[in-house]
């Protein structure tokens, strides 16, 4: 890399940077989103029987086969702008919010699915499984964090979008540097949230926590 490329990077990366903070908050969301309605799913499949527990069961597999990036297309062009709701009061629906509902799509089915998998595992006191929820839990992150630059395909302005905005503007010369450059952001915030993970899983508390809840519902180990 030349010096004026390096100069070229430099100046931009603010611009970049604020696009990637687009990238976390759409992660974060779509993350945050699926794992309580996953969440939910699983519990019903735990705890009911018959129809409740057969519809809980196909969401999980609809959202757990469900392409993301079909499922980010149809929110952001059928979810409309705005709704107007009582006294003239609107709720706007911007792309960014668009995007993150569409894709907590895989992380609805996957949190649903980790979830039973690791309560049958806690079923049978076998908690070294059961923990294994979390690493497995962190690469559904981690897939969902690189998703988010495909927002960049409903209108998002996050760091993709921004890094062709740069390449569109001065030329393809920049094209190889910035691309690596914007892919370094994902690189090392991705190896940074996975250490961070890794160092919460082998808490004392978080390893405490299989044994705390057998002590607290026994009826459901038997």
């Not at 990637?20 to 908050?25: A, P, T």
């Not at 668009?98 to 894709?103: E, H, Q, Y």
Request: charged share 15%.
């Amino acid at each position: 890399m030349d010096k004026s490329t390096f100069d070229f990077i430099l100046t931009w990366t603010p611009y970049l940077l604020e696009g990637f903070i687009w990238n976390l908050i759409i992660a974060v969301m779509a993350v945050a989103l699926g794992s309580c309605i996953g969440f939910y799913l699983a519990y019903l499949r735990i705890t009911k029987i018959g129809r409740t527990k057969r519809i809980a069961d196909f969401i999980s597999k609809f959202f757990r086969n469900i392409p993301t990036l079909a499922f980010m297309f149809y929110a952001a062009f059928v979810i409309p702008k705005e709704i107007t709701l009582w006294d003239g009061f609107v709720v706007q629906f911007p792309y960014w919010i668009k995007a993150s509902i569409g894709l907590s799509a895989s992380s609805i089915g996957f949190t649903s699915q980790s979830m039973m998998v690791a309560f049958l595992a806690w079923k049978k006191k076998d908690y070294k499984s059961t923990l294994l929820f979390f690493p497995t839990w962190s690469n559904s992150f981690i897939i969902t964090f690189v998703a988010s630059s495909t927002a960049s395909l409903v209108g998002v302005s996050e760091i993709v979008s921004r890094a062709n905005f740069l390449i569109a503007a001065t030329g393809t010369h920049v094209m190889i540097p910035v691309y690596i450059y914007s892919g370094l952001f994902f690189v090392i915030s991705s190896l940074f949230i996975m250490e961070l993970i890794k160092r919460f899983k082998n808490t004392p508390f978080i390893e405490g926590i299989p044994e705390k809840l057998a002590m607290k519902y026994p009826q459901f180990q038997t």
